[in-house]
């Protein structure tokens, strides 16, 4: 039983448009997982990324067949708020949901690489690291990392956390891994689109928190 093959994100067409429907009911299913991560101090990124989510989808819900694609969603803020735009509405909580998704993507990946700490392999902090790097350091200020590096701490070992993906079952690690790479293909295909789309768009910002 693996929660990430219960919950895969769906195969994107071939314009690569991500529906938004599809979208919020995949990303939806992350928030409670932080739950069985053992720790309070991950309930401020639960927070975070469940207020992104809500966001999003208060927007689609005020008019769904106008808001097909997440791209249509921009689009439109885009349009209606120049002034303010991108820093507004869906547009920034998506920027910053697409942050959490890539660091998630990244930490994943490192795990399916079999990237370690050879004289530590029951921990996931060298991968947690590389996801943080590469993800979201460069939008944090001094005070964030601090909260990053506590959060580090209180990482669940490996062994626990492909439990908690495993819904609780003793899974080998390799048949955990093996659920953890088919679960990235199309996981990685939207976080890619979404991260294109914003490029394309010219919708990224670089300030810090
Ligand atoms: C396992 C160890 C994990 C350690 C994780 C450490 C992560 C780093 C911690 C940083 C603390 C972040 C605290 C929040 C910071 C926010 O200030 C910042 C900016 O927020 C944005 C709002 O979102 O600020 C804007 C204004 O400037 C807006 O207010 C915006 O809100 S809006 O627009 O909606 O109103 N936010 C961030 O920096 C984003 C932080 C994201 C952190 C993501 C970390 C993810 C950790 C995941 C660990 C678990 C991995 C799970 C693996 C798989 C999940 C499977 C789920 C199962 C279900 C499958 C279905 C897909």
Redesign the pocket.
């Known amino acids: 039983m693996s ?2 093959l219960d ?1 895969q994100f769906k195969e994107l067409p071939p314009d690569r448009a991500v529906d938004t429907k599809l979208f919020l009911e ?2 939806s ?2 928030p409670s ?1 932080f739950d069985c ?1 053992g720790s309070n101090v991950f309930s ?2 639960k927070s ?2 469940n ?2 989510i809500v ?1 999003i989808k208060a927007v689609y819900l005020k008019d769904p067949a106008r808001y097909v694609t997440l791209q249509d969603i921009v689009e439109a803020e885009r349009d209606a708020h120049p002034a303010e735009w991108p820093k507004v509405g869906a547009t ?2 998506l920027m ?1 949901l697409k ?2 998704l890539r ?2 993507q990244i ?2 990946q490192s795990l399916a690489d079999g990237e370690r700490d050879e004289n530590n392999p029951n921990l ?1 902090r060298v991968n ?1 690291t590389k996801a ?1 790097e590469e993800a ?1 350091k460069k ?2 200020g001094w005070l ?1 990392q601090k ?2 590096h506590v ?2 701490h209180a ?2 070992y490996k062994s626990n ?1 492909l439990k908690a993906l495993s819904k609780g079952e003793e899974v080998k690690e390799e048949e955990c891994l093996a659920n953890v790479r088919q679960f990235l293909v199309t996981y990685t295909a939207t976080v890619d689109a979404v991260y294109d789309m914003y490029s394309h768009l010219n919708a990224e910002l670089d300030y810090t ?1």
Do not use: C, Q
């Open positions: 929660l990430l919950n995949s990303v299913h992350i997982f991560l401020v990124i975070d990324i207020g992104n966001k920034l909580a910053w942050r959490g660091f998630i930490l994943l996931i947690v943080y979201l939008y944090h964030v909260i990053f959060a580090l990482a669940p956390f928190v």
